[in-house]
T-cell receptor
Framework: GNSVTQMEGPVTLSEEAFLTINCTYT??????LFWYVQYPGEGLQLLLK?????DKGSNKGFEATYRKETTSFHLEKGSVQVSDSAVYFC???????????FGSGTRLLVRP | DAGVTQSPTHLIKTRGQQVTLRCSPK?????VSWYQQALGQGPQFIFQ???????QRGNFPDRFSGHQFPNYSSELNVNALLLGDSALYLC?????????????FGPGTRLLVL
């Protein structure tokens, strides 16, 4: 079945460091891929998405490229800020299914 | 432009009780999905409502039921509550027919079952 695997956290970085959070997926067909962010005590906010191979989603300095050959959608940011501290979820929706399938989340902690 | 709203924000119940959670979708959206997020986990799909019908259901028992109203708002009902039902319940709205449409989430209702 369809699934998403994320790197385990927590990921601890200093402010202005480079961020990579790995995400790989298993899916039939051509899924749409998403990154959501969850700040403490809040719901999920859509960060970026990509709907076909080689698409790059970007928002607020974050980027992720849909790589079908490696079934990956890694999240990157060139210079993190303390305010980026949150839990990041990779997700997919695929085929005729209407549901989002989420990874287990990666907690990011950015220290000043 | 109003986003997805949920009520209540927090709820405490005891085992065996019943609970109803409410969701209003983002303006212009006609589809509502419900997810359960246990502490430290990713959200798990409960079901989705479209045109007042349950369109798809996840791996949840029949104790979980829902409803969608003509104005597209939705309710999630959970009967015979168990301790394991303690979680953050998230509502997400989207537009229409395609499964790959972006889902926008509300802030959630945190349910504690004692």
């Amino acid at each position: 079945g369809n699934s998403v695997t994320q790197m385990e956290g927590p990921v601890t970085l200093s402010e202005e460091a480079f961020l990579t959070i790995n995400c790989t997926y298993t899916a039939t067909g051509y899924p749409s891929l998403f990154w959501y962010v969850q700040y403490p005590g809040e719901g999920l906010q859509l960060l970026l998405k990509a709907t076909k191979a080689d698409d790059k989603g970007s928002n607020k300095g974050f980027e992720a490229t849909y790589r079908k050959e490696t079934t990956s959608f890694h999240l990157e940011k060139g210079s993190v800020q303390v305010s980026d501290s949150a839990v990041y979820f990779c997700a997919l929706s695929a085929g005729s299914s209407y549901k989002l399938i989420f990874g287990s989340g990666t907690r990011l902690l950015v220290r000043p | 432009d109003a986003g997805v709203t949920q009520s209540p924000t927090h709820l405490i119940k005891t085992r065996g009780q019943q609970v109803t959670l409410r969701c209003s979708p983002k303006s212009g959206h006609d589809t509502v999905s419900w997810y359960q997020q246990a502490l430290g986990q990713g959200p798990q799909f409960i079901f989705q409502y479209y045109e007042e019908e349950e369109r798809q259901r996840g791996n949840f028992p029949d104790r979980f039921s829902g409803h969608q109203f003509p104005n597209y708002s939705s309710e999630l009902n959970v009967n015979a509550l168990l301790l394991g039902d303690s979680a953050l319940y998230l509502c997400a709205s989207s537009l229409g027919g395609q499964g790959t449409e972006t889902q926008y989430f509300g802030p959630g209702t945190r349910l504690l079952v004692l």
